[in-house]
């Protein structure tokens, strides 16, 4: 392993933050690769296209920290301040949930029952960056897009991600759930809420024991959150309007039984990549008051 002292190339930096890493990470090649980019501004290319080209100090200094602060176990999208999603680069912080590859199957899910020529009213709740609201405006500019999140400093990123991408359909509102759009109903209501049951080791480990436990825990079985959503948006959905929601890969049972008794129909879960149960989808056929 080379001498952090003696790194002058880019070749010799991915080799040492490999080393630095090794039994820290279980995703060590990307995270090197991701931190290096990130710090010379460039694609993952440019590394391998010409390895030996040579890193300045102030470069290499910062590159050292980088690895040190993953050593330590922070995720890398908060060492860098920015999270890949859908079309975008995201800006995200401690007071944002990470987003995940797999929450990109809600998003598609969601789109598959928007029409592309008309207009839809579409709500996101517990928004968070803004990912999920972001790509669904984006991809379907005719329909207005509402976001809700409750954390003040949440909504600062998500308002930042907005203004930078410059997408204008969407309104952001501070509140919890469906608290700030009492008179108003939607086509679509989409979530990723927190699902994760409070004493769930997980919660200790990895890229999760570094985020804000409210976006991730909801109480003993992981489920309040989805039972207060469930249970609020029947009355602000139109006739035939569609509620999805992301949860864990074990409690799509618990939810749909939920939803039917809550008054739901047309009840479907799909399954992520890795063949996970991943997002639930149910109907309103007649919007209860």
Request: charged share 25%; hydrophobic share 35%.
């Amino acid at each position: 392993m080379p001498d952090p002292a003696s790194i002058l190339t880019l070749k010799q930096a991915l080799e040492w933050g490999r080393q630095e890493l090794a039994g820290s990470s279980d995703t060590i090649q990307a995270d090197v690769e991701i931190l290096l980019c990130h710090l010379l501004a460039c694609d993952r290319s440019c590394l391998y296209t010409w390895p030996d080209n040579k890193l300045d100090e102030g470069r290499l200094s910062q590159f050292r920290q980088c690895i040190a602060l993953r050593r330590k176990g922070r995720p890398v999208a908060y060492i860098t301040g920015r999270k890949a999603f859908w079309e975008f680069s995201l800006k995200v912080n401690d007071s944002t949930l990470i987003p995940r590859p797999e929450t990109e199957l809600l998003v598609e899910q969601s789109l598959s029952r928007i029409p592309q020529d008309q207009p839809a009213r579409i709500l996101d709740l517990g928004t968070g960056s803004g990912a999920i609201a972001l790509a669904i405006a984006y991809e379907r500019p005719l329909c207005p897009v509402t976001a809700i999140e409750k954390s003040g400093d949440a909504m600062e990123v998500a308002r930042w991600n907005t203004q930078q991408l410059g997408i204008e359909n969407i309104s952001l509102l501070t509140g919890n759930w469906l608290s700030p759009v009492s008179h108003t109903r939607f086509d679509i209501i989409v979530s990723n809420p927190p699902y994760i049951a409070e004493n769930d080791p997980h919660l200790e480990t990895g890229d999760v024991s570094h985020e804000p436990v409210t976006t991730l825990a909801s109480g003993k079985d992981g489920l309040d959150d989805i039972r207060i959503i469930i249970m609020q948006a029947k009355h602000h959905l139109v006739d035939g309007g569609w509620l999805l929601l992301e949860h864990g890969c074990d409690q799509a049972c618990t939810i749909r039984k939920i939803l039917v008794e809550q008054g739901y129909s047309d009840i479907n879960t799909y399954p992520d990549l890795a063949g996970h149960d991943r997002v639930t989808e149910a109907r309103i056929s007649t919007p209860l008051r």
